[in-house]
């Protein structure tokens, strides 16, 4: 069964840094999402993706995160000068045109 | 904010089925509701969704109201394995660029 997949499984980054985050979706889907949650929180939506551009975003996603499907494979996830409250699990969804999100494992990532 | 609320925590007896309740009296006549849960910090796993009917599938059955208010998930038949948190979603915005609040959850432990 195809399957969301995240990479790498934990980041370890210190505070200022650039980090990217990378998913590879299911392959016939359309709509891409990231979510975030922090250690003990909700699971909380960061932002979709569908033809090439942002569908919608939320007030965590600020200037400092941005999303890219550079190949037509990967789905990344850029965050320029990490902070401290960054630390989370990030999870990458996708989905078809219809129908539900498959999440991806996570990426565990740290900031120090 | 989230559209719906859970219990915080169940307790269920292997073998026993399970009912996780879900309040979303807010719910729009076109919104869906999607049950996921976690295991750990894995990402979320789609179990379940359903719009006005009752829908059964391998993993659960789930109950709505007539008034679609409120709905109940089913486990019939629960293992220690279904140890997890339980989210209750109202999907939010068109076909295009819908996207999931995620409540608290309902976090359910199976006993043996």
């Known amino acids: 069964e195809p399957e969301v997949t995240q990479t790498p499984s934990h980041q370890v980054t210190q505070m200022g840094q650039e980090v990217i985050l990378r998913c590879v979706p299911i392959?016939?889907?359309?709509?891409f999402y990231w979510y975030r949650q922090i250690l003990g929180q909700k699971v909380e939506f960061l932002v979709s993706?569908?033809?090439?551009?942002?569908?919608?975003k939320s007030e965590i996603f600020d200037d400092q995160f941005s999303v890219e499907r550079p190949d037509g494979s990967n789905f990344t996830l850029k965050i320029r000068s990490t902070k401290l409250e960054d630390s989370a699990m990030y999870f990458c969804?996708?989905?078809?045109?219809?129908?539900?999100?498959?999440f991806g494992p996570g990426t565990r990532l740290t900031v120090t | 904010d989230a559209k719906t609320t859970q219990p915080p925590s169940m307790d269920c007896a292997e073998g026993r089925a399970a009912n996780l309740p879900c309040n979303h009296s807010?719910?729009?006549?076109?919104?869906?509701v999607y049950w996921y849960r976690q295991i750990h910090s894995q990402g979320p796993q789609y179990i379940i969704h359903?719009?006005?009917n009752n829908e059964t599938n391998e993993m659960a059955s789930l109950i709505i109201t007539e008034d679609r208010k409120s709905s109940t998930l089913i486990l019939p038949h629960a293992t220690l394995r279904d140890t997890a948190v339980y989210y209750c979603?109202?999907?939010?915005?068109?076909?295009?660029?819908?996207?999931?609040?995620f409540g608290t959850g309902t976090r359910l432990k199976v006993l043996a």
């Open positions: 392959s016939n889907h359309l709509y």
């Open positions: 979603i109202v999907r939010v915005g068109g076909s295009g660029t819908y996207k999931y609040i």
């Open positions: 359903g719009l006005k």
């Open positions: 993706f569908y033809n090439n551009e942002i569908s919608e």
């Open positions: 807010t719910i729009s006549g076109n919104e869906y």
């Open positions: 969804a996708s989905r078809p045109d219809s129908y539900e999100q498959y």
